[in-house]
């Protein structure tokens, strides 16, 4: 927005939303849900639940480190995603250890567990995998409204931005009816 289009009624920054802007009440919050989903999102799991998951992985068949992160992303419902800065040295560390063992091919490196890395994998299989976990589970089921809420924070963040007067107050109208509505659901049963 130019500070032309801004006129005398739109104060604050240019281009954003300051002290006298019809909207800024609805950025604030729409803000303070963005920040308190971001903090949510997301599960962080420990290392050695890395370590028994690229094991129980390795148990099923062969895998590269790209295949591992998939993998776990893919059954945990993308509620946890190793970084490779875990994933590859606990491959390392479980190599150290005769756990796996690694082949080279197309420039990749291929994991298998060796027999002894079978046995621990095999001890453990009564255990319920990692991804499995009931945080992880709840973080998976979870997941999806905290990611609608932040897209919708950022929508009417960007209507905050870039919209006029009447655009700030059809979204605010559109705001209080989701509301009602996210409400009613609670109220059902």
Do not use: C
């Not at 006129?7 to 604030?28: D, L």
């Not at 949510?40 to 992985?57: N, P, Q």
């Not at 800065?85 to 690694?102: N, R």
């Amino acid at each position: 927005m130019s500070s032309s289009f801004m006129g005398e009624g739109f104060g604050g920054r240019r281009g954003g939303v300051g002290e006298g802007w019809p909207g800024a009440a609805v950025w604030e919050a729409m803000e303070q849900l963005r920040a308190q989903f971001d903090r949510k999102v997301g599960t962080r799991m420990g290392r050695g639940d890395v370590r028994a998951a690229v094991l129980a992985l390795l148990a099923e068949k062969p895998m590269h480190g790209y295949q591992i992160i998939h993998e776990i992303e893919e059954r945990s419902g993308g509620a946890w995603k190793p970084s490779p800065g875990s994933v590859y040295p606990t491959l390392q560390l479980l190599a150290d250890e005769g756990f796996i063992s690694a082949e080279e091919s197309n420039g990749r490196k291929t994991y298998s567990l060796t027999d002894e890395g079978r046995q621990v994998a095999e001890a453990a299989a009564g255990n319920s995998a990692p991804w499995e976990a009931q945080g992880t589970r709840d973080s998976a089921r979870a997941t999806a409204l905290p990611k609608a809420g932040i897209d919708l924070a950022q929508a009417a963040a960007q209507v905050g931005r870039s919209g006029n007067p009447e655009h700030v107050k059809q979204a605010v109208a559109v705001l209080d009816e989701a509301r009602r509505k996210l409400y009613s659901i609670l109220a059902q049963d």
